[in-house]
């Protein structure tokens, strides 16, 4: 079973910046993906950075490219999502997820930081 525990969200101004922590706990392995989501009422989740937590793999929605960078330190068990130049249509909730390599189906997730971009 995996545990994940996200923190780092809040009230940040356009343009500016946030760190996003996804604390891992429980059995996970080098043989996972970690993702970063987002949810915004009334929309569809979006996947936005994924990364391999055996390091290396990345990938970026459009949205994003650019702005935002995953990482992980296997030591500390956690994966960061370093968000850059902030726009207002960044505000949604912010999810954590795990899944198998092996699988399409992620099936950890954190319960979600609030992230609002605005002045």
């Known amino acids: 079973q995996v545990q994940l525990v996200e923190s780092g969200g809040g009230l940040v101004q356009p343009g500016g910046s946030l760190r996003l922590s996804c604390a891992a706990s429980g059995s996970i392995f080098s043989t996972y993906v970690m993702g970063w989501f987002r949810q915004v009422p009334g929309k569809e989740r979006e996947l936005i950075a994924r990364?391999?937590?055996?390091?290396?793999?990345?990938y970026y929605a459009d949205s994003v490219k650019g702005r935002f960078t995953i990482s992980r330190d296997s030591a500390k068990r956690t994966v960061y999502l370093q968000m850059n130049s902030l726009k207002p249509e960044d505000t949604a909730v912010y999810l954590c997820a795990g899944r198998r390599v092996i699988s399409n189906k992620y099936d950890y997730w954190g319960q979600g930081t609030q992230v609002t971009v605005s002045s």
């Open positions: 990364i391999a937590w055996s390091g290396g793999s990345t």
